[in-house]
């Protein structure tokens, strides 16, 4: 019996655990079960029949468009995958990201260099490429028909990767945030940043978090981890936390073991907020410290 989390969320709309690293709520995806079927993000081919048991729990065959936030392998990886299983299906993804779904070297040599060839095949498992006659290519401003006269409108949101976009529904009044606000678990209401390399660009995370609270939405559909009902306080403490993060980085300078010692900064500020050591232990383990760390470096040092 194949394990299926889904949980309507009301307009037709339906958040999937895809069950990302074989482990409850890693990854949440979105499915608009309406005349044009959309679904939002897939997660990478190698837990992805998690989320076709879970279509299948819906009696989901076919899809109109697999829309990603973005092409990191955590939302896009199983993006060719998914285009072989659903024929009929296009594949949304910004014009940034798109040569990257088409022709996934670079993306995947630039992924080992983080993760390691064997860390790649163990998280994530092969990207396939999708032929370009397969490719939704949206920019800014773009509506993706939902049927019924509704659309998911795309805003482009560059600041955690030049690749970003958010969609935004008038009816559920959603926001699907991919990566751009940064992840929080339903247990936590904790938002914490995601800041890896190469693209990350604080201020203009900043002016995204700014614009996406300006339209007031009903909830953030969170990839890392499902909706979040506060949103107007969600967005106030991403902003807030990511700034604490750059600035600790800014001062802690080149120190060889930086990542720990960030972990421990951030973890010792968790406790002191009085977050429970569940919740705490949750959002180490779904950490990259690494990445985290390099990712605000970089700004620094390219902003000199
Ligand atoms: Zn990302």
């Known amino acids: ?49 998690h ?66 060839e064997e860390g790649m095949q163990e998280l994530w498992g092969p990207m396939e490429p999708i032929a370009e006659d397969r490719l939704l290519v949206v920019e800014e401003g773009d509506a993706i028909p939902l049927g019924g006269g509704r659309s998911l409108e795309v805003m482009y949101t560059p600041g955690h990767a030049k690749h970003h976009i958010v969609f935004w529904e008038d009816a559920t009044g959603a926001c699907f945030v991919g990566d751009s606000v940064g992840l929080a678990f339903p247990h936590g209401h904790m ?12 201020p203009l995370v900043v002016d995204q978090l700014r614009r996406i609270a ?27 936390r990511l700034w604490d993060w750059v600035r600790w980085v800014e001062q802690a300078g080149t120190e060889a073991d930086l990542a720990q010692a960030m972990r421990h900064w951030v973890l ?15 959002y180490d383990r779904n ?6 760390v390099t990712g605000i470096q970089r700004w620094l040092d390219q902003r000199g």
């Open 214 to 240: 300006a339209r007031q939405p009903a909830f953030l559909g969170f990839a890392h981890f499902g909706a979040d009902p506060l949103a107007q306080e969600a967005l106030d403490q991403a902003e807030t």
């Open 51 to 116: 989320l076709y048991d879970a279509l299948a729990h819906l009696g989901i065959d076919d899809l109109a468009v697999m829309a990603v936030t973005h092409i990191h392998l955590d939302h896009a990886g199983g993006a060719g995958h998914l285009a072989q299983r659903f024929p009929s299906a296009a594949i949304g993804v910004h014009s940034a990201g798109a040569r990257h779904l088409a022709a996934p070297e670079r993306l995947w040599a630039s992924a080992t260099r983080i993760y390691t």
């Open 268 to 282: 010792e500020g968790y406790r002191r907020e009085g977050f429970p050591a569940e919740v705490i232990d949750q």
């Open 1 to 49: 019996m194949p394990e299926v989390s889904v949980k309507p969320l009301g307009h037709d709309l339906y958040q999937i655990d895809a069950f990302m690293h074989d482990e409850a709520e890693r990854l949440a995806c979105y499915l608009f079960d309406t005349p044009n079927r959309v679904l939002i993000e897939c997660g990478p081919s190698r837990t992805i029949d």
């Open 191 to 202: 938002v914490q940043p995601i800041t890896p390399p190469p693209d990350l660009d604080p």
């Open 287 to 292: 950490t990259f410290w690494p990445m985290q």
